[in-house]
């Protein structure tokens, strides 16, 4: 049975107390245990086997940007540090010269998956289906408890789509980039000016790129924003500093139509992924998607995601939906991670 049969739309999910409209909490819980998986849900095997029947002339591209593409650090995130490991004679390994190496990264510095407990309600602590994470919990490794999830110590973390297969799905480009340049003519389109994508700007670009959207896919929306941060030049550098960033409007609207679609999962080379419309120290920064799908829908968000060459290949066979595979890191308790995502068309 299709998810748009299966579940309610936004306006009619049930009333969760304390929440607004179009809290998703207990909508996919089962004989009494508390669901941590939330719009991933939407992918069922028949969403998979439909996925596959995507592949259509073998290309496949790495949506994955390198760990270290941004050149100038941000304040709270740490680059990456590779250390390659020389293994010598003192393994007595019969003559060989090996190596390993090191690499210790913040997990959203580059691309990534925002898993459901990235962001919490600031009244409650609360994220997704009501789980409350916190930083002991996170940092659990070894208790039963955290690794099988059977009890307390259960979070819907990213290391948890293992024991689904990780996620396998269709995926949809919207080039809103290519769209606005190309279609629209706008040839001073850039992604640091801050612009809303509306729901009615995704609907007309879809149209036109020929794309579809059904239950149990992911939504991917390309801005053309990592082939800036990666070169930026001085003027890029003056845009920055506003902190305006083109994305997917954040709004009510964009919430109830996103849910409404039944995606699994969304992602864009953003790195909000929402419009970002400037920052300052008295108001901060609001984004509204952020609540809306990680902590009401259970929906992770994927950001900083490397769409040029998925572009350039979708344009080449004019093709704009494809075989989408994902599988995060697995180590537990991960509130993030590079999506080692890979599009096939």
Known sequence: ??????????????????????????????????????????????????????????????????????K?????????VHTPLVLGPDLNMKGLLGFDDSLTFNTQYSSQWDSLCHVTHS?????????????????CTTSPACINGHEEGVLP????????????ARGVLVDWKRYAEEVKGEKEWHPLDGYKITTSDLEEAARHFGVEFRSGDVLVV????????ESPTPEDFAKMANMKMAGVEGSEEMA???????????????????AMGGY?????????????????????IGELWDLDALSEACKKTGKYSFLLTSAPLNHPGLVASPPNATAVL
């Open 1 to 70: 049975m299709d998810a748009k049969t299966l579940y309610p739309d936004f306006d009619d999910l049930p009333k969760v107390e304390g929440q607004p409209q179009g809290c998703a909490w207990g909508v996919f819980d089962k004989d009494g245990v508390k669901d941590i998986y939330g719009t991933l849900n939407f992918i069922t095997p028949e969403t998979v086997k439909a996925a596959a029947a995507e592949v259509q002339h073998g290309i496949s591209v790495s949506l994955n940007w390198s760990l270290n593409a941004i």
């Open 72 to 80: 100038y650090p941000f304040s709270h995130r740490q680059a990456p």
């Open 123 to 139: 009244h409650s602590g609360e994220t997704y289906n009501g789980f409350v994470p916190t930083a002991e919990k996170l940092s």
């Open 157 to 168: 973390t990213l290391d948890r789509w293992h024991a689904r297969g990780g996620l396998v």
């Open 222 to 229: 390309r801005t053309g924003l990592t082939s800036i941060l």
């Open 256 to 274: 109830r139509w996103v849910w409404n679609k039944r995606f699994a999962a969304v992602a864009g080379d953003a790195i909000a992924f929402e």
């Open 280 to 300: 300052s120290k008295e108001t901060g920064i609001d984004l509204v998607l952020h609540r809306y799908f990680i902590t009401l829908f259970g929906m992770s």
